[in-house]
């Protein structure tokens, strides 16, 4: 009995699996953390618990020979390092989901300018959060390959910047402008 | 037991078959609205070609200019074809009609014959316009092509060297044939028209 | 005497190309196609407003001075030069449109944006300089349109100061929207500090604005630039979630209909192969000219008669008819109510014919 029960059960399992393949459903699966999605499983590891995470500004401008680098952008100021306190608030960012424009946002028409960069280290894995500000982006560096993708919590980044850097003319400018529109 | 998991089996298994649908064009509302205006203006520049054939006015030279580009509107310019099993089909034709004493005769001709012969019809001047919009079905696949029925009114007016008229509005129908061809890897669709058949006329 | 009455069909033809009117309308558009993140979009935009330039000018029936840059040709470089060579006289309309990338500069007090055709900030140009130098040039009319981002960048510099204009009047459709009009306007996709958004079939504020505008020529209603531009401003906001700004400076000037004085043949441009296509089509010419036009007008532009046409609807995407050059020419010397011609793309030889070309057809109603 018990074994005639299992058989049907298993048969039963089965028709359901094939009903939902036949009409191109799958399985769904167990929800990801939005790094994971968006960036991968490395980054996602890397940006949940890092060893250490340093902050710059960037520049544009193309590197000298005297300039470093980070993320591929020259960097304009070293901003040293950033304590968990700060950078859990990009992190929490960074795991919403909501937080992602869906594609059908759209794409801004401009170019992508990243203001801030946040190299998260762990072990020998580095990865690298960029801010852009002027197209409403993020970016993520990892392996020297760039992914990029539109925020939603535009107000709330500017929030995080101007907290580490209060005296930030161009994020106060920002600032400024969102304040104005409330 | 066993019968209700038998039933469940069975009832799961027909759920499995999606049912049959009718395939329609699938194109977007733009596309059909884009599609719908092409064709209307297709049929209006042929009517006003057919004006232009009848006409005294015009020289044979343009007159065959005329009846040259028309034809390129219909399925194989015209001519006899052969459908997608291979089967050999009539050329399209254009069912004229013509009120005497109250009564509706009708007469089917080979669209070539018909453009032929309106170059040198007896009437001084004529006139063809589509008097209402134009009604045009959605389109249907039919084997490797799509298909749409269009029914508008066409205004007939001849005018005699001695001052006789003669005035007509008829129904008519006419086949629109959309096929698809591909070329460079690119799909273009190309709209051609079939038979035109008479539905009714009045005076 | 076969190469004579050629010589003489062509020289007739391009005799026909000089201008023979008073009023241009000078279209200037300046598309970034090649952008790898919005060419596709702006691609369709470029389509979208070109086909929209040619209802207008078979609509008013202006001369059409039309320069089109797109791609690689559309760079600061090339702009200053369409700019400084522009010559207007005091009865023309001048109509720039940008559809690429853009920002502003932190200290920007200009509310419109720079047009970047690169990321370096030496090839971006403010629209509020566009405005100027075309105000400059004195036609009666100047529209001066942008679709691109308004968001601030740290990395842009100031460029220019420039003033700001005031307010409204009336109009109607194409006729007086685009003709009987004096005065400016000026608009771009975004205000300060805001993005502006690029969808798959075109930019979200260009996509509006030719709706808008659309329904008002086809439902010909009373309309006014302070109008549209608000209900587009509307639409854009739903659309994409930024709001275009605008400045309305416009009076109804005299109008110059194209009357008795005008010979009904059809627009012409500084396109001579279009030129070409309009005198071969319905514009009131000679029927037997018309057909006999064909050969010469094949031989004098087209590679050969197996070169490709497409032509497009109105949305410069549905591919409505793909023919041979021979096919197309014959249709069109036998057309009816066919007036004129959009060219969305063209394919040549290094010799200068046409292997391939992609037009959109303006037909009289």
Redesign the interface.
Known sequence: MTKKVFI?TV??AL??S??SA??GQTVKPIAKDAVALHFGDTVATVLASPSKVRAYIL??EKPTQKSRTVGGFTIKKNLGNVSATAYSILQFLLQDAANYAPDS???????F?P?LAFEFAKGREKVCVLLA????CWGVVYNDKRIEAPYLCHRQLLRFAHGLLPDD??IN??LT??EDEK | MKKIVYILIFALSATLFTPLKAQTLTLSDKEQAEFKERINTMLETFLNDLSSIGSKDNSIEFKKAVIKSTLRNFINNGDPYRDSSGYLKKEPHMQTSVLRNGKEYKNKLPIKTYLNNLMYIRYEKVTITMSETLYLSNLYKVGDHYEANATYFQYFRGEHGDGRLYQDKTKKTIRIIVQIEEVYGKKVFVVRFGDIDVVQTVA | MKAIKLLLTIIVIAGLSIKSHSQTFHAIVFADTDDPKIGASVKRDMEKIQNEIGMIVSSTRMWLNGYYHSGREANKEQLLTVLQNLRCEPEDVVFFYYSGHGGRAVDDRSKYPQIRFKASDSEAYPMSKVDEVIAAKRPKFRIVMGDLCNSISDYLSVKSETGSGKSVVENDVYENLFKNVKGSVLVASSKSNETSIAFPDGGAFTTCFLNELGRIVSGNQQADWKVLLEKTQKATVKAANHTPVFEVNVNSGSSQSASSSTPVTGQQTNNSFLNALINMADNGGDRNQRVRSVQPVLHEYFDSPHSIVEIFGRDGKTRLVRENAQEFLERVSTSYKLINFVELDVKKTNGGKITYVKLHEIYRK
């Open positions: 049907k048969l039963f028709l359901v094939t009903y036949c009409n520049t544009m946002v759209g794409v801004h028409k401009c170019y300018e203001y500000f002027n197209c409403e003319r161009y400018k920002l402008f969102m």
